[in-house]
């Protein structure tokens, strides 16, 4: 399959490599012309715009950091909209609102091209072992052609059904689940520690007595470790995805109390400087608020 790829970050420069190493024909484009050099020395073709990397391709993916970005490339003067070819498909892999979507998405329809929207479940070392969860939402046909890209790139697909708004909505809300077991996890340690237990005891206790599911493990064990500057998920872009959720949840009618908690903690470690240190250093501000740290 031709294949164009736009967002070559930590995430999108694993996904790439996962789509160079089954076989497919890509071409990458990257904003900041640097980070397309690695996977340019691994065998992909780099395009010097957008416009270039559109050309001929099937599918062009973009995994981009946040809504903005996402409508800079879509919309934006020599975007995917004017450079896309009709009937072509706009793989969007990056979290988005689900009002970024809608927009995205009507305004290629009305180009006559194809959205689909398949955010991606788990950090960047996941994606490089090509065992990413996707939530792929969009027409049926339009899926059935991705798939042999979601072949190399994940494990699993949950489809969304044929709205691209469905995926956009169902990955906000495991990011609002996720975040908000990070969050009360940090609590939990504070809480033992403050009784004299050692933080490993706990992580035992829950990853192996209670909750056995990856994102306790991983998550708790960055926790225990305090290794946060190995960062997989900014708590920048963990505030971005608290704001997401607390837009679909006024959108929908639907209050989401728990975000509050998690989307205040992360700020406070964003105004102390941590913005670029993994999400789970939200566990640190809870830490610091208990008189540990």
């Known amino acids: ?14 996904i790439a490599a996962r789509v160079l ?20 020395q691994a065998g992909a073709k780099v395009a010097g715009s957008i416009a270039a ?3 001929n391709r099937d599918v062009i993916i973009t995994m981009l950091a946040n809504d903005a970005a996402l409508e800079e490339v879509t919309l934006g003067t020599g975007g995917l909209l ?8 706009h793989l969007v892999m990056g979290t988005h609102g689900v009002d970024a979507i809608r927009k995205v998405t009507e305004a290629h329809r009305k180009a006559g091209q194809v959205l689909v929207a398949a955010p991606v479940l788990g950090r960047p070392d996941v994606a490089a072992a090509g065992q990413l969860g996707i939530l792929p939402g969009g027409p049926k046909d339009a899926i059935d052609l991705c798939r042999p890209l979601f072949q190399v790139i994940g ?22 689940v996720l975040g908000c077991a990070i969050e009360a996890m940090g609590e939990a340690f504070a809480l033992v ?10 992580y035992d206790a829950l990853t192996d007595g209670l909750f056995s599911a990856p994102a306790y493990k991983v998550y708790g064990k960055i926790i225990v470790d305090e290794s946060y500057d190995k960062t ?21 009618g639907v209050p ?22 993994d999400w789970a250093v939200m566990a640190f501000e809870q830490a610091k608020a208990s008189g540990l740290r």
């Open 53 to 55: 990397v559109c050309a």
């Open 193 to 202: 520690e403050k009784f004299g237990v050692a933080r490993p005891v706990l």
């Open 256 to 277: 989401l109390p728990s975000v509050n908690v998690w989307r205040d903690r992360l700020l406070s470690a964003i105004a102390r400087g941590d913005g670029g240190k």
């Open 1 to 14: 399959m031709k294949v164009g790829f736009i967002g070559l970050g930590r995430m999108g420069s694993a």
């Open 232 to 252: 997989g998920q900014s708590a920048v872009n963990g505030f971005k995805d608290a704001e997401l959720a607390l837009a679909a949840g006024a959108s929908a």
């Open 82 to 89: 004017a450079s896309l070819a009709k009937g072509k498909i």
């Open 155 to 176: 494990r699993r697909t949950f489809e969304a059904g044929t709205e691209p708004a469905a995926a956009a909505a169902i990955k906000i809300t495991i990011n609002f």
């Open 21 to 40: 190493s089954g076989g497919h024909d890509l071409l990458v484009f990257n904003r900041t012309a640097e980070k397309a050099a690695g996977i340019g």
